[in-house]
Nanobody, 125 residues
Framework: QVQLVESGGGLVQAGGSLRLSCVAS????????MAWFRQAPGKERELVAT????????SYADSVKGRFSISRDNAQHTVYLQMNSLQPDDTAVYYC??????????????????WGQGTQVTVFS
């Protein structure tokens, strides 16, 4: 069973930075796309950033473009989210997610069906 464990959340003043990490217990980690989502209280879950299996392709929500950066280290089975210029609107629980490794046919674009437990990010002004 795949496990994703996020870390790095915390309390930060507006304008500050945090770096989230997500370690995957997935032997074939380097074969799958990864993503970061977030969910604020009373709001729907939002896709924040995605990264392809190789790390060569990334995408971002408009709300975080130019401020957040997703990256991965396949040797360490880890995906990162560097968050700069944080604002109070970035306050949310952040989740990493990956594709279901049990699927025989992988959807294109990727569907993120395996989730971590989340890490809280709180930005105060």
């Amino acid at each position: 069973q795949v496990q994703l464990v996020e870390s790095g959340g915390g309390l930060v003043q507006a304008g500050g930075s945090l770096r989230l990490s997500c370690v995957a217990s997935l032997r074939t980690f380097s074969s799958f796309a990864m993503a970061w989502f977030r969910q604020a209280p009373g709001k729907e879950r939002e896709l924040v950033a995605t990264i392809s299996w190789s790390g060569g392709t990334t995408s971002y929500a408009d709300s975080v473009k130019g401020r957040f950066s997703i990256s991965r280290d396949n040797a360490q089975h880890t995906v990162y989210l560097q968050m700069n210029s944080l604002q109070p609107d970035d306050t949310a629980v952040y989740y990493c997610a990956t594709e279901d490794p049990e699927r025989l046919v992988r959807p294109v674009p990727p569907q993120y069906e395996v989730w971590g437990q989340g890490t809280q990010v709180t930005v105060f002004s």
